[in-house]
């Protein structure tokens, strides 16, 4: 189970920080990601972690404004945002799959959260 937190409204330049708490498994062969979705647009891929050695990938756009980070002794997954834009806005999930490599299509995750929402004025 994954439960997301930590959403809210912000003005641009702000910053948000994430978490998504995971219970119920053993994270070490997981990696975990954070996607978004905002109104009327598809799901897209924002960060990923791996668990096991806290390697990082990251979606263009939030490279040098987003940093992805894990907490073993929480069982805890975070994204700080740094300069937001009001191109942010939108429902942000959490994510889990049970494979070593990063993948950035939603269909290739197994679990997900429930979504926090995340808006960011101008």
């Known amino acids: 189970q994954l439960q997301a937190s930590g959403g809210g409204l912000v003005q641009a330049g702000g910053s948000l920080r994430l978490s998504c708490a995971a219970s119920?498994?053993?994270?070490?062969?997981?990696?975990m990601a954070w996607f978004r979705q905002a109104p009327g647009k598809a799901r897209e891929f924002v960060a990923a972690?791996?668990?096991?050695?806290?390697?990082?990938y990251y979606e263009d756009s939030v490279k040098g404004r987003f940093t992805i980070s894990r907490d073993n002794t929480k069982n805890t997954m975070y994204l700080q945002m740094d300069s937001l834009k009001p191109e942010d806005t939108a429902v942000h999930y959490c994510?889990?799959?049970?494979?070593?490599?990063?993948?950035?299509?939603?269909?290739?995750?197994?679990?997900w959260g429930q979504g926090t929402e995340v808006t960011v004025s101008s």
């Open positions: 994510a889990a799959r049970s494979m070593f490599s990063f993948a950035v299509v939603p269909t290739s995750y197994d679990y």
């Open positions: 119920g498994r053993t994270l070490s062969n997981y990696v």
């Open positions: 972690i791996r668990w096991r050695d806290g390697s990082t």
